[in-house]
C-alpha cells in the first residue's frame, strides 16, 4: 500500500497540526449549574449556570478564541433558562392554589 491511500489530518501552518484549545472553565460550571439547578438548588444554580454559560460563549467565541466548549456551555444556558421558566410556572400554580382555597373558605363560611 502506498502512503497516499490512508487519510491524512489537516497541516496547519508549516506542517504542524495546530494544538487543541483547553476547555473553558466556566463551560463546565455551567453544566455542572445547569444540572444541579434540576436536582438541588433550583433557582440558585440555574441563575449560576445562565450566567458562567455567557461568560464562557464570550471565551469560546472571542477572536482568536481563547477555550473550547461552546456546546457545554449552550446546554447550561439553555437548562438554566428552562429551569427558571419551571419554578415560576410552580410559583403561579401555588399561588393559584391559595387563592383558590381562600375562596372557597370564604364562600363556605358565607362571608359577603
Not at 506542517?15 to 445547569?34: E, K
Amino acid at each position: 500500500m502506498n502512503q497516499s491511500d490512508y487519510p491524512q489530518q489537516p497541516q496547519g501552518f508549516g506542517g504542524y497540526t495546530p494544538a487543541p484549545l483547553p476547555t473553558s472553565t466556566m463551560a463546565i460550571i455551567s453544566l455542572i449549574a445547569g444540572i444541579a439547578g434540576f436536582f438541588i438548588l433550583p433557582l440558585i444554580a440555574s441563575i449560576a449556570a445562565i450566567i458562567t454559560g455567557n461568560m464562557a460563549r464570550g471565551e469560546t467565541r472571542a477572536n482568536p478564541p481563547t477555550a473550547s466548549g461552546d456546546g457545554l456551555a449552550t446546554a447550561g444556558i439553555i437548562m438554566g433558562w428552562i429551569q427558571i421558566g419551571m419554578t415560576v410556572v410552580g410559583i403561579c400554580c401555588v399561588i393559584i392554589y391559595f387563592v383558590f382555597i381562600v375562596g372557597a373558605i370564604g364562600v363556605s363560611q358565607g362571608v359577603n
